[in-house]
Antibody, heavy 123, light 107 residues
Framework: QVQLQESGPGLVKPSETLSLTCTVSGGSISGYYWSWIRQPPGKGLQWIAYIYYSGDTDYNPSLKSRVTLSVDSSKNQFSLNLSSVTAADTAVYYC?????????????????WGQGILVTVSS | DIQMTQSPSSLSASVGDRVTITCRASQSISNYLNWYQQKPGKAPKLLISAASSLQRGVPSRFSGGGSGTDFTLTISSLQPEDFATYHCQQSYSTGVTFGQGTKLEIK
């Protein structure tokens, strides 16, 4: 069974960069698309971006200018950097994997989720 | 972006009730619609994909329907463990979007 676990600082200062890592266990990172999704307190879910194991990416247009994704297959990890954060970026951040079969086009139906990590932006 | 609108935003119901949650897309998404259940402090759990395909292990009291722009999630007989927040999500376009969520509370 695939398991995902987010890690990173729980507190980030305004204007700085939020950095999170997702570690995948119980399966390989290869062959799949890996997403970041966030949820501000008391609000709905917002898809941020995905990275394919090969390094291909796609982004939510509203966040594209501030998001950088990377993947480290040797560690079975992928990472999110979100720059120039403000209080509006305070949220629970989830990493997730969808159901896309290897070698097919992206199907964003999210079967596997990390437990989530709360990141607060505050000075 | 395709906007997803759920109604109602919150709903009070009793154990044994039949409830229906609606999700409307701002343009046609065929049947590219997923439903998730989220309990407090937990990650969302996929219940239904492709508008009506029940995931393995999800009780049969859950059902989904609709196509195009209008979709429903129905729980035929509410159980105590069903009180949670439900989210719809379109998987039609790469600009993935979710509804704002429907919180189902005990009356």
């Amino acid at each position: 069974q695939v398991q995902l676990q987010e890690s990173g600082p729980g507190l980030v200062k305004p204007s700085e960069t939020l950095s999170l890592t997702c570690t995948v266990s119980g399966g390989s990172i290869s062959g799949y698309y890996w997403s970041w999704i966030r949820q501000p307190p008391g609000k709905g879910l917002q898809w941020i971006a995905y990275i394919y194991y090969s390094g291909d990416t796609d982004y939510n247009p509203s966040l594209k200018s501030r998001v950088t994704l990377s993947v480290d297959s040797s560690k079975n990890q992928f990472s999110l950097n979100l720059s120039s954060v403000t209080a509006a970026d305070t949220a629970v951040y989830y990493c997730a994997r969808d159901s896309t079969a290897p070698g097919t086009s992206w199907d964003p139906t999210f079967h596997y989720w990390g437990q989530g990590i709360l990141v607060t932006v505050s000075s | 972006d395709i906007q997803m609108t759920q109604s109602p935003s919150s709903l009070s119901a009793s154990v044994g009730d039949r409830v229906t949650i609606t999700c409307r897309a701002s343009q046609s998404i065929s049947n590219y619609l997923n439903w998730y259940q989220q309990k407090p402090g937990k990650a969302p759990k996929l219940l239904i994909s492709a508008a009506s395909s029940l995931q393995r292990g999800v009780p049969s009291r859950f059902s989904g329907g609709g196509s195009g722009t209008d979709f429903t999630l129905t729980i035929s007989s509410l159980q105590p463990e069903d009180f949670a927040t439900y989210h719809c999500q379109q998987s039609y376009s790469t600009g993935v979007t979710f509804g704002q969520g429907t919180k189902l509370e005990i009356k």
